[in-house]
């Protein structure tokens, strides 16, 4: 079999950085998703080539989309609608359908996707690699538990599977990272709505045990709850929010002007109403300017403001509206630490916290919330507890033995680091922050015999290796052997 | 893989047991770097390196043996190198001699080897290099160059020549592996306080070899493609190259 037509491209993370150049199949048909499958694994059978991995919209942080001198297959081309079922709001789609695609689609028709990250901008496939979770975590888990079942291509054959059938596969699956197959397929229980509006309830709180004990005495009553952190401000104010919390609406509960026009309170129409047009040098986000845009956002926002209508774009994906704003932090790009750690430990925010403000690294973006229980993916990000998320520019000296330090105060506290975001974690941290590895490896070794399901991520995390590289070494008359 | 924080996960040293290299492997290995491959000449200080490197905590330290003026061997162990260990994420080309410039003068098969040691045969294995880097997709190539190179000097044009090729060739290298994943940083020191400058008037703006590890460990991880130490150099090069070379070759040592 000859291999698919492929393009070398170099590639990298959200976060823009590490590059590294891959053999960039589109997959415009789930058949080149076999071939290509195929193909890498033969060649990984006879020591050779650099196998494959999936990439959707590319929106992990750091290196999980990439195959260094390997083949990523582009699955954004996998974007057919399958199967509908409205009644059911169950529907079927190829992994390379966006969940912006879903909710332009079934929100006008009553249904919602049941996870939505902070960016609309993820492909299903992805979301069932990275296994996402969202500001309803702590009430409806994250994305694999609302999946019925979904298609995966390996090199030991293409799989159906789901909770039931083959469950050690499917929840490897969830939050795998893409090292156990090509999802070409899934079947994904959607959420009923009546309106593409929320009811929001905006508090300010004045530090971060205020807002904590806010948010543990008062989230079981909201579907969706989050908190804005300003990194900026320290001692007495560390940690000092702002907190959104709210519902879906129901038609009847919107204003006048909504309520009566029903095809405008089901309207989904995404807007970008800005683009990062060029890269600006790296240290335009920096401490005086993240400084001053915290202080607006925190007066920006009410010190108590209830049930007002949030439509779902400006509620869940703010930063959508900018296109490319990966690019604000300049050449060196950026890096997304998102952790979690148990109830008992929420103290390690803290720290983190004072830790972040003690050398002004400015933290853009920092957002707090709970978790509630997780799935049985062994490596599924989510737990009970608190989840802190903060995006951190890159090119400040300390930044990576900080980064370290917190590694390990998050470990000591029993939680872990969110791989999608992760781009510098060691392997032997990454080990002890995910006790089922085991189960994982077993799965995947059982799927993928010759291991040739590969990423940057899998390299540096040691999950994946190239045993013998492409190039035979030259011979030569009156060679020297040393 | 080198991380986000342009952290190596491994490096192959060429000239692995001169001072520079021990420095920078000494600074590489408390990141992230476990992997370190030694090329060099069988020797005390390549072994000694070797033990430094394990003592620093890196888990796989191996020494090869590799001699830049045999010019088909020393590219062949460098694919080696690849062929063994799989990924190398930093090569490091610091293998290099000074010479005695009257010495030199006097004795062209003694300049030849220079040349070959510090340009013919690194140039040849970093071609080596360049092809499995470019295999795997990712990876950077750091030269160790000079100063010396920005503009010979009389008073040491022969090595001179040599850093000027070798840098002219690096920054080549680069240009040619824009899109392949790889880069190339060139890293042009002054005048390096050690055992290489041992009984020498130290040059203006001297630098010493942590100083120079530091700058190829900040090179790595921003990608520089030129990076002078100490840094002011740069400023004093992009004058004194001005210089009428009336002027230039009055310059004293």
């Known amino acids: ?482 | 893989m080198i991380d986000a924080t342009g952290r190596p996960q491994s490096v192959l040293v060429l000239g692995g047991g001169s001072e520079l290299a021990r420095a920078i492997v000494g600074r590489l290995v408390p990141g992230r770097c476990r992997t370190v491959i030694l090329a060099g000449r069988p020797s005390e200080r390549l072994d000694a390196a070797a033990d430094e490197a394990r003592a620093a905590g890196a888990e796989v330290v191996e020494t090869v043996a590799f001699d830049t003026t045999d010019l088909a061997g020393g590219p062949t162990a460098v694919e080696e190198v690849f062929a063994r260990h799989g990924d190398v994420d930093v090569v490091l080309a610091a293998a290099g001699a000074l010479g005695d410039q009257a010495r030199l003068e006097s004795d062209p098969s003694a300049a030849a080897d220079l040349i070959t040691t510090n340009f013919t045969g690194l140039a040849a294995a970093l071609l080596a290099a360049a092809r499995c880097m470019r295999a795997q997709g990712h990876g950077r190539i750091v030269v160790i160059s000079s100063v010396a190179g920005d503009r010979p000097r009389k008073a040491n044009f022969i090595y001179g020549s040599t850093k000027s090729g070798l840098d002219a060739f690096a920054r080549g290298l680069g240009d040619s592996l824009v899109g392949s994943g790889v880069g190339v940083t060139v890293v042009r020191p002054g005048f390096v306080v050690g055992r290489m400058t041992e009984g020498m008037d130290p040059a203006p703006f001297p630098t010493t070899p942590q100083a120079v590890a530091e700058a190829v460990v900040r090179g790595i991880s921003s990608g520089a493609e030129v990076v002078y130490v100490p840094p002011v150099l740069r400023w004093v090069f992009a004058v004194l190259k001005l210089l009428p070379r009336a002027v230039w070759r009055r310059m004293p040592g």
Request: net charge positive.
């Open chain 1, 1 to 482: 079999m000859t291999a698919p037509r492929t393009r070398r491209k170099v590639l990298t993370g959200w976060g823009r950085t590490a590059p590294s150049a891959a053999d960039v199949l589109h997959a415009v048909h789930p058949s080149l998703v076999d071939e290509a499958v195929s193909a890498a694994d033969a060649a990984a059978g006879a020591h050779r080539g650099r196998g494959l991995i999936a990439r959707g919209m590319g929106r992990s942080y750091g290196d999980a989309a990439q195959n260094a001198g390997g083949t990523v297959v582009d699955a954004t081309w996998l974007d057919a609608v399958h199967a509908v079922d409205l009644a059911a709001g169950r529907i079927t789609v190829g992994a390379g359908v966006s969940l912006q695609t879903l909710m332009e689609r079934f929100v006008p028709l009553g249904w919602f996707v049941p996870v939505t990250p902070g960016t609309r901008l993820v492909s299903v496939g992805g979301a069932v690699a990275a296994d996402i979770h969202g500001k309803n975590h702590h009430v409806d888990g994250s994305f694999c538990s609302h999946v019925v079942s979904m298609t995966l291509v390996t090199p030991t054959g293409t799989f159906t599977v789901s909770p039931t059938a083959d469950p050690d596969l499917f929840w490897a699956t969830a939050g795998g990272m893409g090292l156990t197959g090509v999802v070409t397929e899934v079947t994904l229980q959607m959420i009923p709505v009546e309106t593409s509006y929320l009811l929001v309830d905006t508090e300010r709180a004045t530090d971060l045990d205020d807002v904590m004990g806010r948010m543990l005495s008062g989230d079981d009553a909201y579907r969706y709850s989050v908190a804005w952190i300003d990194c900026q401000s320290t001692g007495r104010r560390l940690g000092r929010s702002v907190l959104t919390r709210g519902d879906h609406a129901r038609l009847a509960e919107l204003p006048r002007r909504l309520a009566s026009d029903p095809d405008r309170a089901r309207a989904f129409v995404p807007r970008q109403l800005a683009r990062v047009p060029v890269t600006p040098p790296s240290g335009l986000l920096n401490p005086m300017t993240v400084g001053a845009f915290n202080e607006f956002w925190f007066r920006k926002a009410p010190r108590r403001q209830l049930g007002r209508p949030h439509h779902m774009t400006g509620f869940f994906h703010p930063l959508d509206g900018v296109g490319g704003w990966n690019r604000l932090y300049g050449g060196r790009g950026f890096l997304q630490y998102q952790f979690v750690v148990p109830d008992e430990a929420g103290d390690t925010v803290r720290r983190v916290l004072e830790r972040l403000t003690a050398v002004r690294l400015a933290s853009f973006l920092a957002v707090l919330k709970r978790f509630g229980p997780g799935d049985p993916g062994p490596l599924s990000f989510p737990m009970p507890g608190w989840t802190l998320a903060l995006d951190l520019p890159v090119g400040h000296d300390a930044l990576d033995r900080l980064l370290d330090d917190l590694d390990e105060q998050v470990l000591a506290a029993g939680g872990r680091v969110y791989l999608a975001k992760d781009s510098r974690l060691s392997p032997g941290t990454f080990r002890s922050m995910y006790p089922s590895l085991d189960r994982f490896v077993e799965v995947r070794a059982r799927v993928d015999p010759h291991g040739m399901l590969r990423s940057d991520l899998g390299r540096r995390l040691g999950l994946c290796s190239d045993a013998a590289p492409l190039p035979q070494p030259t011979t030569r008359k009156g060679r020297k052997n040393p």
